[in-house]
Each structure stands twice: as structure tokens, then as C-alpha cells.
């Protein structure tokens, strides 16, 4: 009778840490066991009011940036002396680059002399060009139609230096190409065209991550989220900036969770880093993935962030690795809605 008793109190407390377990790593409401929950770094990022200006030369230092919205870097040597973040309220980014712990804001560069700013979402860098991109979509606070956010950007730099091929320029648009053809993509594809610039809470078409990986450009659509998936279309990246060249477009279906959108992009020695989070306002957690780029895999769950201590209402928006080996990733996340962006560091087991 004892040894009986034993067996099933056993049984009894196994199955209670199992629901535990499970209660720890399953979303109420979602259904699905997410990526283990990681704590940021001790490490302080010393706050750095990275736009000092906008186009009309009105000076901002007391006024931080608060929509900051994407980054990459050049792989220099020595790290990060030259990497292009963006905002997406503005018509320009900026140059800077990360010195210890402080981000140190260098040159301007006007993107466009449109009268509405682009709402640039996303940055990437590869093989001597920045990119960035506009969002795609209708805007987020007036739910207009937004015609000047069609576009795509590509700014020329030394590969081994970092330093822009053309002084940058906050005045006007010097050194900075511009291309409309991905409109005609996103409007053209089978998985999203029903949702081409349709109002942000009907799951309209919105971009906000970007990536350049060996010659492809992969957009991270925010939305739509359909059936649990976002959506990645790539093209190839030096035919978007030429008038009739052959984009070769493909669009990949990746599962993320109900309500769940792509942040941001972010290129890895193996892969794609996506950060994901809700597509709106839902009760969704942001978390990291890797995926290897093709239509045909599943991208890899690494990690849910603590963001506890982050300000409330903070959308994580930018996702820059720092360092990257064989067993873990380190980077460095930045919010909209955040003085600065709040940069925070999060070291990731691959």
C-alpha cells in the first residue's frame, strides 16, 4: 500500500510540473508553446539623442527621437563605425556608429523631397549598399493612403570602410537611388494582393523588416497574418533598381503565431533573424526566430524577450546583432514609442 501510495503522489506531482512547465511557455489564448523567455543584459546602453535635426534645420536635442524604426551596420573593422538607422516619421536617416556603449550620431541623409515623408520601416546592408525601405501600406496614424511609401532606397558605401560614396547630404537628395517597383509585387501576389493597401486594421499590407541576403531582398510584412503565418517576399535586389529587370519574386508563408507580424529583419552568418510581434495592439509577445531564407523551411524558434521593464506601449522595432558564433547571438533591440529607441541587449542561444 505505500509503495502504491508513492507511485501516485509521484504521478500526481510530475503531471503538475508538466502543467506548469506548459503554463510557462504557452501564450493565453494562443494555444502554442512559445520560445523560452530570456531576460535582457545587465549591459547600459548610454541613451544618445540620435536625430539632432530634421530637414528644416529645426534643432530636436531636446526633443529625442521617438519613432525610430530600423538599423544595420557595415561588418568594418574595428565593429559598428558605420551603420544607418531610420525613422519613420522623417525624410531622412542617419549615419552613426556604436562606440562602447553609446550610440554617436554622425551625418544626415535626405531619402526623399517628397512632401510626405516615406515612413521608413526597415534598414539592411549588404556588399557596399544600404537600404531602406518604406512601409508599403496605408499610414498607421491617419489610415490614409500613403503614396510615398511605395518605395525602396539604396545609398552607396565603401564596403571596407563604411564611409558613404557621395558626403551625405540634409538638404537635398544627393547619392540616394529610389525604386517604386515593388508596389507592382506586393499588388501582383497571390498570398497578399486582397490585402494591397487595405486599412491597417483589415490586415492591410504593411512592411517593416528588411533583409539583404546573397543578392535577395527579403521584405518582413507586419501584416497581414493570416492562419497563424506572416509573409516574407524577396526579389533580386540589384533589379529593383533598374527599370525592366527581372525581379524574380517569391513569397514565402511563415508560421508565427495567431496575430503575429514581422518587426524586423536581420541578416546572421546562417540565416534570417526575425523579430515578431503583434500585428497591431493584441496581446502578443515579441520574439526571435531563424530561418534560413527558403519557401520550404520552417524558420526556428529562439527566444520570447522580457520586455517587463521596457516602457509600456513600447513596440520593439529594430533588431541589430552585435556579435554571432556558434552556440548564441547577441543584439541589440530598439523601440518606437521610446526616447531614443531604449536600446536594449539580449544575449540569444542559437
Not at 552613426?96 to 512632401?115: C, G, N, Q, T, Y
Given at each position: 500500500?505505500?509503495?502504491?501510495?508513492?507511485?501516485?503522489?509521484?504521478?500526481?506531482?510530475?503531471?503538475?510540473?508538466?502543467?506548469?512547465?506548459?503554463?510557462?511557455?504557452?501564450?493565453?489564448?494562443?494555444?502554442?508553446?512559445?520560445?523560452?523567455?530570456?531576460?535582457?543584459?545587465?549591459?547600459?546602453?548610454?541613451?544618445?539623442?540620435?536625430?539632432?535635426?530634421?530637414?528644416?534645420?529645426?534643432?530636436?536635442?531636446?526633443?529625442?527621437?521617438?519613432?525610430?524604426?530600423?538599423?544595420?551596420?557595415?561588418?568594418?573593422?574595428?565593429?559598428?563605425?558605420?551603420?544607418?538607422?531610420?525613422?519613420?516619421?522623417?525624410?531622412?536617416?542617419?549615419?552613426?556608429?556604436?562606440?562602447?556603449?553609446?550610440?554617436?550620431?554622425?551625418?544626415?541623409?535626405?531619402?526623399?523631397?517628397?512632401?510626405?515623408?516615406?515612413?521608413?520601416?526597415?534598414?539592411?546592408?549588404?556588399?557596399?549598399?544600404?537600404?531602406?525601405?518604406?512601409?508599403?501600406?496605408?499610414?498607421?496614424?491617419?489610415?490614409?493612403?500613403?503614396?510615398?511609401?511605395?518605395?525602396?532606397?539604396?545609398?552607396?558605401?565603401?564596403?571596407?570602410?563604411?564611409?558613404?560614396?557621395?558626403?551625405?547630404?540634409?538638404?537635398?537628395?544627393?547619392?540616394?537611388?529610389?525604386?517604386?517597383?515593388?508596389?507592382?509585387?506586393?499588388?501582383?501576389?497571390?498570398?497578399?494582393?486582397?490585402?494591397?493597401?487595405?486599412?491597417?486594421?483589415?490586415?492591410?499590407?504593411?512592411?517593416?523588416?528588411?533583409?539583404?541576403?546573397?543578392?535577395?531582398?527579403?521584405?518582413?510584412?507586419?501584416?497581414?497574418?493570416?492562419?497563424?503565418?506572416?509573409?516574407?517576399?524577396?526579389?533580386?535586389?540589384?533589379?529593383?533598381?533598374?527599370?525592366?529587370?527581372?525581379?524574380?519574386?517569391?513569397?514565402?508563408?511563415?508560421?508565427?503565431?495567431?496575430?503575429?507580424?514581422?518587426?524586423?529583419?536581420?541578416?546572421?552568418?546562417?540565416?534570417?533573424?526575425?523579430?515578431?510581434?503583434?500585428?497591431?495592439?493584441?496581446?502578443?509577445?515579441?520574439?526571435?526566430?531563424?530561418?534560413?531564407?527558403?519557401n520550404e523551411t520552417a524558420a526556428k524558434p529562439l527566444a520570447t524577450l522580457d520586455l517587463s521593464k521596457v516602457k509600456e506601449g513600447a513596440k520593439a522595432e529594430i533588431l541589430l546583432p552585435l556579435e554571432d558564433d556558434a552556440t548564441s547571438i547577441r543584439v541589440l533591440v530598439m523601440f518606437d514609442s521610446v526616447e531614443n529607441g531604449g536600446?536594449?541587449?539580449?544575449?540569444?542561444?542559437?
Amino acid at each position: 500500500m505505500p509503495d502504491s501510495i508513492t507511485g501516485t503522489s509521484h504521478r500526481s506531482l510530475t503531471a503538475a510540473f508538466v502543467c506548469l512547465l506548459l503554463g510557462a511557455t504557452i501564450a493565453a489564448g494562443r494555444g502554442e508553446p512559445l520560445p523560452p523567455k530570456i531576460a535582457p543584459e545587465a549591459t547600459i546602453w548610454k541613451p544618445a539623442s540620435i536625430f539632432k535635426e530634421n530637414e528644416k534645420h529645426e534643432k530636436l536635442k531636446d526633443q529625442p527621437r521617438m519613432n525610430l524604426s530600423g538599423a544595420a551596420c557595415v561588418p568594418t573593422t574595428p565593429k559598428f563605425t558605420s551603420c544607418l538607422i531610420a525613422n519613420d516619421q522623417q525624410k531622412y536617416a542617419q549615419f552613426f556608429s556604436i562606440e562602447d556603449k553609446m550610440l554617436v550620431p554622425r551625418d544626415l541623409v535626405l531619402l526623399s523631397d517628397e512632401e510626405k515623408d516615406p515612413d521608413a520601416e526597415g534598414v539592411a546592408y549588404e556588399d557596399g549598399f544600404f537600404y531602406v525601405t518604406g512601409s508599403h501600406g496605408r499610414s498607421r496614424h491617419s489610415d490614409k493612403k500613403n503614396l510615398s511609401s511605395y518605395v525602396v532606397f539604396r545609398i552607396a558605401v565603401d564596403p571596407q570602410t563604411g564611409a558613404p560614396k557621395t558626403k551625405p547630404n540634409a538638404t537635398n537628395v544627393d547619392g540616394v537611388e529610389s525604386s517604386s517597383r515593388l508596389r507592382k509585387v506586393l499588388k501582383n501576389d497571390d498570398d497578399v494582393e486582397a490585402y494591397f493597401n487595405e486599412p491597417l486594421a483589415e490586415s492591410g499590407v504593411n512592411i517593416e523588416g528588411i533583409a539583404v541576403r546573397n543578392g535577395r531582398m527579403y521584405f518582413g510584412l507586419r501584416g497581414p497574418s493570416l492562419k497563424r503565418h506572416a509573409y516574407v517576399l524577396s526579389v533580386n535586389a540589384d533589379a529593383l533598381f533598374t527599370k525592366h529587370g527581372d525581379l524574380k519574386p517569391e513569397t514565402a508563408s511563415i508560421e508565427l503565431g495567431k496575430d503575429t507580424g514581422i518587426r524586423d529583419l536581420a541578416v546572421v552568418k546562417d540565416g534570417i533573424l526575425i523579430l515578431a510581434g503583434p500585428t497591431r495592439d493584441e496581446d502578443v509577445p515579441y520574439t526571435v526566430w531563424l530561418w534560413d531564407g527558403s519557401n520550404e523551411t520552417a524558420a526556428k524558434p529562439l527566444a520570447t524577450l522580457d520586455l517587463s521593464k521596457v516602457k509600456e506601449g513600447a513596440k520593439a522595432e529594430i533588431l541589430l546583432p552585435l556579435e554571432d558564433d556558434a552556440t548564441s547571438i547577441r543584439v541589440l533591440v530598439m523601440f518606437d514609442s521610446v526616447e531614443n529607441g531604449g536600446a536594449i541587449s539580449f544575449k540569444i542561444r542559437r
